[in-house]
């Protein structure tokens, strides 16, 4: 089945803990994307690859770190996470830059206490 | 990169139509207009996207003003399924602009 999974689903830290969140797809799709979802301010992109090794900020990379080693991989690190990095986060993917259709992963929520 | 203004709320009685409105006045000519659609508790899916003539899929209709200037996304038949927040975003996939800009789309409640 083509999805998008993420890793974990539910994260509870605390502050200044590096965490990883993982995102796979299994489309060899070359577009892979990060945002994070808040109340109030819809859905905001955080990074982006175009390709493996092509990487490029979104409109709120500050905090975020992401690698694209491998085409189906592409995790969104926080070095050190505060409050304000609590979230519901989706990865996403979709055949390029410029397809049309993105596919979406179920979500990380994260709680940074 | 060009905005999209969408109303916060709508509601529609189920098996009628449901009419979406989009506008987006600051529309460059190579942008594509892009509709997604997030149920609860789950992430944004594609449901239609078009240039500058209307659009049909099995999702939904597309049905986009002569001056490109406004859109709308038609529902033919509301059901208790179709309740989601609904995104309507524009993308140059000509020019190269790679991001995405969601916004806080439409929060579409259908009445039983």
């Known amino acids: 089945e083509a999805q998008v999974t993420q890793n974990p689903r539910y994260l509870i830290t605390v502050t200044g803990k590096k965490l990883t969140v993982t995102c796979s797809q299994n489309m060899n799709h070359e577009y892979m994307s990060w945002y994070r979802q808040d109340p109030g301010l819809g859905l905001r992109q955080i990074y982006y690859?175009?390709?493996?090794?092509?990487?490029d900020k979104g409109d709120v990379p500050e905090g975020y770190k992401v690698s694209r080693k491998e085409k189906r991989n592409f995790p969104l690190i926080l070095e050190s996470p505060s409050p304000n990095q609590t979230s519901l986060y989706f990865c996403?993917?979709?055949?390029?830059?410029?397809?049309?259709?993105?596919?979406f992963g179920p979500g990380t929520r994260l709680t940074v206490t | 990169d060009a905005k999209t203004t969408q109303p916060n709320s709508m509601e529609s009685n189920e098996e009628e139509p449901v009419h979406l409105p989009c506008n987006h006045s600051t529309i460059s000519g190579t942008d594509y207009i892009h509709w997604y659609r997030q149920l609860p508790s789950q992430g944004p899916e594609y449901v239609i996207h078009?240039?500058?003539s209307n659009v049909n899929n099995r999702m939904a209709s597309l049905a986009i003003a002569e001056d490109r200037k406004s859109s709308t996304l038609i529902l033919h038949r509301a059901t208790l399924r179709d309740a989601a927040v609904y995104y309507c975003i524009l993308r140059d996939v000509i020019s190269g602009t790679y991001k995405y800009i969601f916004g806080t789309g439409t929060r579409l409640k259908v009445l039983a």
């Open positions: 996403a993917s979709s055949l390029g830059a410029q397809a049309y259709e993105q596919y």
């Open positions: 078009g240039l500058t």
């Open positions: 690859s175009m390709n493996v090794e092509v990487t």
